[in-house]
């Protein structure tokens, strides 16, 4: 199906997108009012923390935490800061996590959504902080915990900090999972490093949008290490579900209707 | 006169640097060693066993390197797959059972990044390995005795203390990789060992870490025996003062380290 896309001579800039996958150009619109799915092949675009949001909780209602956590530099990069302090300008956001208070369907929950477009959603201090609160608040409030995920892993610039934040949060989840709360990971396209070997991997119910590339070491670092050409499929969703990593895989579409089922299912019976 | 960071990777990575097994001989009284994750496979990168000092018992959880290159292929070059984090989860398990001290002694370049690792599940048993070592019932200490990078080295590594040898390293990922991945530029490897805080001063200065030990090193030589008199020493008195610690209070405070992280 070939369709002539190269005559597009007055389209305003930035109102358009290319589909990763058909390469289709699409109308932006038409995406964001499609879950951010391409109309034409079902490919589903990275999505920004807050527009993740708005998809998931009831009427978009999000009661953030308000922690005014700083980014450390403890290496003392001479652009670290500077950097984050550009991405907070561009993004709107402050750090590569936002963590909250929800409704899915009406189902009170404690909802944390890594955003991509902040340092490739890497972990550092501030994420791993944010997140242990956030399974701390859950515990408290007797609450459900999901985490949306997208990373490409500990944060290097924090050197053994971002390591440790690992250990951190996984600490915290065995507390919520002593507390017999429920928490589902959510992998979202990339997941890696030390946040797939850490909370994502930890969910009583582990879900992943299709086409999601998840791994531990990036293909790149494995390709170079055994100096052959990788099979194709490897590292995808569809992947893991095979290799019994993961529970499903569930359409951008469902994903609010699956959660809330999931949610229901769990609750206790009275 | 102290050394540079990068000189520090260079002695961590030293081919005549003892190894775990060169130390449980000189610490234990007795070890026998117990193999296999009962699921898949016996990974040899990391050696799991059960040992003694007088009238105590421990289980000793060790990544191993090669100290030739027969070794090496037969260890993975000290590069554990899933299935050596899963017999180290499954022998500190057994350790809680029998209550058990856990003595864990840390030395990879990372955990191996291969098509089967992942298809195993490489981040999954890395994960698992954490959350389960923030609870279990019983006293961990970690030695840092090489390089300690990556969650490779933090999947056997959550514990009540952790001491490193002064010329050990601990890191997010190596000097290579930071210099590769942060300046696109591998030959700046020095120049990233020396900011990127990995030297046991370093860490101990950050709070990162709890102790360091001296490596009585000459000419390249280092005396093994002397090394692991030390290590020897702080086993015991961890275990004769962590032992007498009620369980929910050991978990609040392995927790509480960790959570100030």
């Not at chain 2, 898949?40 to 000793?60: F, L, Q």
Request: with cysteine; hydrophobic share 40%.
């Amino acid at each position: 199906m070939e369709r002539k896309i190269t005559k597009v001579p007055d389209i305003p800039v930035g109102k358009w997108v290319k589909c990763n996958k058909c390469k289709e150009i699409l109308y932006k619109e038409d995406v964001h009012n499609n879950y951010s799915i391409c109309p034409n092949c079902g490919y589903h675009f990275r999505l920004s923390s807050r527009r993740r949001i708005k998809q998931i909780v009831d009427e978009g209602i999000f009661n953030e935490f308000e922690l005014n956590i700083e980014t450390p530099n403890p290496l003392n990069l001479a652009d670290y800061s500077k950097k984050i302090e550009i991405l907070r300008q561009k993004t709107g956001i402050k750090e590569a996590v936002l963590c909250g208070i929800g409704k899915i369907d009406n189902e009170e929950t404690v909802i944390c959504v890594m955003d991509g477009n902040f340092l490739m959603g890497s972990m550092g201090y501030v994420v791993g902080e944010k997140i242990t609160y956030s399974i701390e608040k859950a515990i408290e409030k007797r609450l459900p915990l999901i985490i949306f995920c997208v990373s490409g892993g500990a944060r290097m610039q924090e050197g053994i900090v971002s390591l440790m934040q690992m250990a951190k949060t996984s600490a915290a989840l065995a507390r919520l999972d002593e507390a017999g709360l429920l928490y589902i990971s959510v992998l979202t396209d990339p997941t890696y490093g030390g946040v797939t070997a850490s909370f994502a991997s930890l969910g009583d119910i582990i879900i992943s949008e299709p086409e999601t590339m998840i791994g531990f070491a990036g293909p790149r670092v494995i390709k170079n290490t055994i100096k052959q050409e990788l099979p194709e499929g490897f590292q995808t969703s569809e992947f893991l579900l095979e290799h019994g990593f993961i529970d499903m895989i569930v359409d951008r579409k469902d994903m609010k209707n699956t959660l809330s089922r999931l949610l229901r299912l769990h609750k206790n019976e009275d | 006169m102290e050394k540079t960071a990068w000189e520090k990777v260079k002695l961590a990575r030293l081919a005549s640097r003892p190894t775990a097994l060169d130390y449980i001989d000189n610490i234990f009284d007795e070890f026998i060693e117990l193999h296999g994750d009962r699921y898949y496979r016996d990974d040899e990168s990391i050696v799991c066993g059960i040992g003694s000092i007088g009238n105590s018992k421990y289980t000793i959880i060790a990544e191993q390197k090669g100290r030739n290159t027969k070794e090496n292929i037969m260890r993975n070059f000290g590069m554990p797959n899933p299935e050596a984090y899963r017999k180290s989860l499954r022998l500190m398990k057994q350790a809680e059972k029998f209550n058990r001290t856990i003595v864990t002694f840390i030395d990879t370049k990372g955990a191996y990044p291969g098509i089967e690792a992942e298809q195993r599940g490489q981040g999954e048993a890395i994960a698992k390995n954490l959350i389960e070592m923030a609870r279990l019932k019983t006293p961990i200490i970690a030695f840092v005795i090489g390089e300690g990078s990556s969650g490779g080295a933090l999947a056997i590594g959550v514990a009540d203390k952790v001491i490193m040898l002064e010329n050990a390293i601990y890191s997010i990922l190596s000097p290579e990789g930071f210099a590769s991945i942060l300046w696109k530029d591998s030959s700046r490897v020095q120049e990233a060992a020396n900011i990127m805080k990995l030297t046991a001063k370093d860490l101990y200065d950050m709070g990162k870490i709890d102790k360091i030990l001296k490596e009585y090193i000459e000419n390249e030589k280092f005396s093994v025996e002397k090394i692991a008199a030390d290590m020897k020493e702080e086993i015991e008195s961890f275990n004769k003062e962590y032992k007498t610690i009620n369980s929910n209070e050991l978990l609040s405070k392995r927790y509480n380290k960790y959570r100030s992280m």
